[in-house]
Each structure stands twice: as structure tokens, then as C-alpha cells.
């Protein structure tokens, strides 16, 4: 039986391993689908603090695995697939044939970004040109076209914020009318730089020299015409899907399936389950935020195992 056990490899995962491990807890942190989490899939992280001249996503969590294990932790290459609590409050992790067993949870199993399910979507993303973070890779479109497809906050946000860099933002929504906030979608159409293609969705990714993206093919939904549209950069923003299901009735989630920590904690409704990073975060969502709430359930969870005893 472990004291804890960490589910997830982002960066919340990886922090809460570091502490955890450093209290002497010897966490076993069970990797999941997609070791590393989200960072793995762009280029330069240039806004993690202590690296000024940025550092490769894929390098930075491969560090903090590293820390991690230097102090003893141990991770399993399997996907936690639900989670029990017994009438003796020991937790039962099932993944794969195994059945795992803790006396303490530290879910961090990120959010997986919506993507329209285009045909190379796999090989573009990240180093192609197709991406879903503007905060990370906006800088790398200085004075090019670039175009956001949504129509919620977070494609507003990414547009207005992109207009930094690019030459011009298209943003292309399915309907004629944003779905985002009043605030966000008012700052993002007066921006000049902004330009709507409403009623359009996005039907097929069109890469150019080096599979690197030149257009993006659009149907549009009220008349059926089809175009092409030149950019170089393609910011998906049609929502995250956290991965929360798996955890059943030991956590309350709100409406878009974000699990509830207790407020101002990591704590959950459950005893001894404590949740940090995107899973539960949709507001900040970034790598740093992630590292500091898995910090925060390392140090709560080796409270509340301390408390226990
Ligand atoms: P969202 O509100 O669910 O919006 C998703 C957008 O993507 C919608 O416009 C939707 O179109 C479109 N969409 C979904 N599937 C699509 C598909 N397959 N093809 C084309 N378009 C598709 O998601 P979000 O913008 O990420 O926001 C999530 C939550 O976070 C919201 O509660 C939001 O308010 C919040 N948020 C807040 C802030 C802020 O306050 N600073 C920033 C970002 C997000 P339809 O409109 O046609 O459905």
C-alpha cells in the first residue's frame, strides 16, 4: 500500500511528486495517456519562470520527472481508470489488471484541449503551425496571418492577445454571433487587427513547405461555398474537456466537468483526495499555476496523512 499515490504527468503532477517525494512519502505517480500532459505538445515554454531563454515543453517536464525521481518517487506507465475509497478509507486506484492502493490522491490529470478532428491534425500540432495555446506560441508568428477558430472567451482572448504578434487574426466561428461575454467579445471585434469569418467552419489544414501550415480550407455553413484561407498559425479554441470522469462520485464537478476543490484548498469532497492543475482549473490554465497547485496538494496531503496517524 503506497502513502500516496500522484495520478498525471503535467507539471501539477510532477510538482506534487517533488514535494511529496521530498517529505518522504515515496508517491508512485501513474503516468497516463499522455506522459508529460499538455506542455509535451508545444515547442519553446518561454514564460516558465527561471528559464529566461525559454525552454523545450517536452524538456522542462522530463526535468521535473527527474527531480521527482532523484528524491524517490516512482512512476508506473499506466492510466489510472477510476478511483474507489473503501469503508476503511483506503483508496483503490484501478489501472489496467492492476488494482493499486493508497492512503492518499493526488489527481492531476490535466484537461485534453477540444480539436476539430481534421486529417493531420497529429503531425501539425505543436511544430506544424496548429496549436492551442496562444500564451505559449503566439510569439512565434511575428507579422504573419494567423487565424482562431471559436467563438467562446478563450477564442477572444487568444485573438486579442494574438494581435500582439500577428499581422492579422481571422477568427472563424460556425455561427454569426460569439458565444463569448459581451467584455471579451467587444474588445476582440473592435480590435483592427481582428478580422470575423462568421458561418465558416474549418474543413481541412493545408501545409505548405517543411508540413508547415500555409491555409486552412472553410466551407461556409449558410451557403455551402468553399475557399481557402492563407495562415500560418491555426489556434484551435473550441473548448477543454477535463479528465475527470474516471474519478466517479468521489469528487462534485461544475458544469463543464471541472472537478470542485474545497474553496481556497485542493481538498475535495473526499477525505484524503486532493486535485491540482487544469483538471480542476479552467481560469488560469497555465504550467505555472498547474506547478503551484500541485505543490499545494503535496503540502495538504501530507498534512492531512499526518493527521491520520
Ligand atoms: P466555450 O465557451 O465552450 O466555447 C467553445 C466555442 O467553440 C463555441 O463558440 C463553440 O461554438 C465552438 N465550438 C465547439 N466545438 C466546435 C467545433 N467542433 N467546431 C467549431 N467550433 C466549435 O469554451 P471556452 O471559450 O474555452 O470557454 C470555456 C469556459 O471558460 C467558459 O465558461 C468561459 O467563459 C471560460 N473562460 C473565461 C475566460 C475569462 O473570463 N477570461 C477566458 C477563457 C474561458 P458555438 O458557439 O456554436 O457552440
Known amino acids: 500500500m503506497e502513502d500516496v499515490i500522484i495520478i498525471g504527468t503535467g507539471c501539477a503532477g510532477w510538482t506534487a511528486a517533488i514535494y511529496t517525494s521530498r517529505a518522504n512519502l515515496k508517491p508512485l505517480v501513474l503516468a497516463g495517456a499522455q506522459v508529460g500532459g499538455q506542455l509535451t505538445t508545444t515547442t519553446e515554454v518561454e514564460n516558465f519562470p527561471g528559464f529566461p531563454e525559454g525552454i523545450d515543453g517536452w524538456q522542462l517536464m522530463e526535468n521535473m520527472k527527474g527531480q521527482a525521481e532523484k ?17 476503511d478509507g483506503i483508496f483503490e486506484i484501478k489501472a489496467g489488471e ?8 493526488i489527481v492531476a490529470t490535466g484537461a485534453s484541449a477540444r480539436m476539430l478532428g481534421l486529417p493531420g491534425e497529429d503531425t ?3 511544430k506544424g503551425g496548429l496549436t492551442t495555446c496562444a500564451t505559449c506560441d503566439g510569439a512565434f508568428y511575428p507579422d504573419m496571418p494567423v487565424c482562431v477558430v471559436g467563438g467562446g472567451d478563450s477564442a477572444c482572448e487568444e485573438a486579442t492577445f494574438l494581435t500582439r504578434f ?13 458565444r463569448a461575454s459581451k ?4 474588445r476582440a471585434l473592435a480590435n483592427p487587427k481582428i478580422e470575423p469569418v462568421w458561418d465558416n467552419e474549418v474543413t481541412a489544414y493545408h501545409p505548405g513547405e517543411n508540413n508547415k501550415m500555409r491555409a486552412v480550407g472553410l466551407r461556409n455553413l449558410k451557403t455551402g461555398e468553399e475557399s481557402e484561407l492563407e495562415v ?12 475527470s470522469a474516471f474519478l466517479g462520485d468521489l469528487v462534485d464537478l461544475d458544469e463543464n466537468g471541472y472537478i470542485l476543490q474545497n474553496p481556497g484548498r485542493t481538498a475535495t469532497k473526499t477525505a484524503g483526495l486532493f ?10 490554465r497555465q504550467a505555472i499555476t498547474a506547478a503551484g497547485q500541485g505543490c499545494a496538494a503535496a503540502l495538504e496531503a501530507e498534512r492531512w496523512l499526518a493527521e491520520q496517524e
Open 98 to 105: 492492476a488494482t493499486l492502493e493508497a492512503k492518499a490522491v
Open 275 to 284: 486535485v491540482a492543475g487544469d483538471v480542476a482549473d479552467h481560469f488560469y
Open 232 to 243: 500560418r498559425g491555426v489556434f484551435v479554441a473550441i473548448g477543454h474537456v477535463p479528465n
Open 124 to 126: 501539425l500540432y505543436g
Open 166 to 178: 500577428a499581422s492579422k487574426v481571422y477568427l472563424i466561428h460556425r455561427r454569426d454571433e460569439l
Open 183 to 186: 467584455i471579451m467579445a467587444e
Open 71 to 87: 528524491f524517490g518517487a516512482r512512476v508506473e506507465y499506466v492510466t489510472a481508470e477510476g478511483v474507489t475509497k473503501r469503508a
